[in-house]
């Protein structure tokens, strides 16, 4: 069965990090495109960074591009988003989730989800 769990949200002040981590099933992260996406409350869910299997080819939002990082570790078969210079719009319920569509960008695109956990920006 195919697993996805986030860690690593909380509360943080607007200009500040956060590191999230999604433990995967082992045979997922490496072979599987890994991707990030946010909801807000009465918004939609958005799309906010994705990675390839090999690690090498990565595609972020506007919103989040040169702020966010997302990387893989098939070691731990860990996928990660490294969250720099956080704004209050950030705040969200961020989600890992798992597509063996190449470059996914759309949620329904994605097969495989973790339950989300809550990032929340303080200005």
């Known amino acids: 069965q195919v697993q996805l769990v986030e860690s690593g949200g909380g509360l943080v002040q607007a200009g500040g990090s956060l590191r999230l981590s999604c433990a995967a099933s082992?045979?997922?992260?490496?072979?599987?495109?890994m991707g990030w996406f946010r909801q807000a409350p009465g918004k939609e869910r958005e799309f906010v960074a994705q990675i390839s299997r090999s690690g090498i080819s990565t595609g972020y939002a506007d919103s989040v591009k040169g702020r966010f990082t997302i990387s893989r570790d098939s070691a731990k078969s860990t996928a990660n988003l490294q969250m720099n210079s956080l704004k209050p719009e950030d705040t969200a319920v961020y989600y890992c989730a798992a597509t063996r569509t190449i470059g996914a960008r759309i949620a329904g695109e994605y097969a495989y989800w973790g339950q989300g956990t809550q990032v929340t920006v303080s200005s």
């Open positions: 082992g045979w997922i992260v490496g072979t599987y495109t």
